[in-house]
């Protein structure tokens, strides 16, 4: 039998957890009650953002229907802002579960990546400059609370 270099288990210090409880600094696009989305440091292509559940889920199979749904309902604002600042319809909405599927980080989250499958950068290569990381998510902040 194949043995699955897999975590079930959820790591309290893991990055985004981190986050969440304001340990670690990030570039905030959104947040509400349930879900926390911000900008990727290591983006696949500019206006690269995350959005995470504020539950402790490692991937899909812990994520809980509230969580689920307000997760995709602040995805789709994420989504719409995208399209407004960068002006482009195509938006790819990626989620990784497992290692094996080249998941990094073991919260739950989702991507969302203006750019087409055939422009994708690298996953997790190249470090963003921070200074355009923050006028990126103000933008995309700015829009989603008009
Ligand atoms: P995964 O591989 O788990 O689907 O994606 C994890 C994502 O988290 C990657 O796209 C990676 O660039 C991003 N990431 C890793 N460390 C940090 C960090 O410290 N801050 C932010 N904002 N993103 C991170």
Redesign the pocket.
Known sequence: MTELNQQTTYDDNN?FAK?LDGD?P??KVYEDDKTLA???????AEG?V?VIPKQKAVDLADLEPEYAAAVLMTSKKVMQAQRQVFEREGVIQM??NGSQA?????HY?V?LIPSSIHELGG??VTQADNNDLADIAQKLAAVIDA
Request: net charge negative.
């Open positions: 990055i986050m670690i990030y570039h911000f900008m990727d440091i290591m983006p696949q690269h995350l989620q990784l080249g998941q990094t980080v073991f989250h991507h996953h997790a």
